[in-house]
């Protein structure tokens, strides 16, 4: 299997660090291919390596401008994005989140993508029934929001704030 694609499948399936082994082979083999600096940046941020991500994010968007560098902020910053967004929902948006208890995490959970979660997700949106017993009895969900992954996708502090509206606003 090409090491780009053993990469990819490796980070799927939560084996984050066989994943960066291989998308360090990816981005070494072809020094010129975006996408695999842009891998090799998001398995970098799961294993711990924010300095090694940046730089990989970084040399992928000096390959493509469809890569922009993602735009970092701190989380009591995000989360104000997260409030603003969620003060600014139609009437119809804030019924299917009513009483939902929204969280932001940097990332989703290992344990999740193994079971099947995308690495790269957005959001978690975890129905009663998944939380337990008290959460079903209230009728409470979880929306849970994953920062790092906001971030990957916006170049600029306003693309970040129009993703996060406009994935609160379909939650």
């Not at 399936?13 to 960066?20: F, N, S």
């Not at 082994?21 to 996408?35: F, L, N, S, T």
Request: one cysteine or more.
């Amino acid at each position: 299997m090409e090491p780009f694609q053993k990469a990819r499948s490796l980070y799927t399936a939560g084996r984050m660090h066989d994943a960066l082994e291989a998308a360090q082979v990816a981005a070494e083999r072809q020094p010129k291919d975006a996408e695999a600096w842009w891998l090799l940046g998001c398995i970098s941020r799961y294993t711990g390596l924010p300095a090694a991500s940046d730089d990989a994010f970084k040399r992928a968007a000096q390959l493509s401008k469809q890569r922009p560098l993602p735009h970092r902020v701190d989380p009591e910053v995000f989360r104000r994005m997260v409030d603003e967004a969620l003060g600014r929902l139609s009437p119809d948006a804030r019924r299917r989140l009513d009483q939902a208890r929204v969280r932001v995490e940097p990332l989703p959970a290992l344990e999740a993508i193994v079971k099947g979660a995308s690495p790269d997700s957005l959001l978690d949106r975890r129905h009663p029934a998944n939380l337990g017993r008290v959460a079903a009895n209230k009728g409470a969900g979880e929306l849970v929001l994953f920062q790092v992954n906001f971030e990957n996708r916006s170049g600029s502090e306003a693309e970040l704030r129009q993703l996060v509206a406009r994935t609160v606003s379909r939650a």
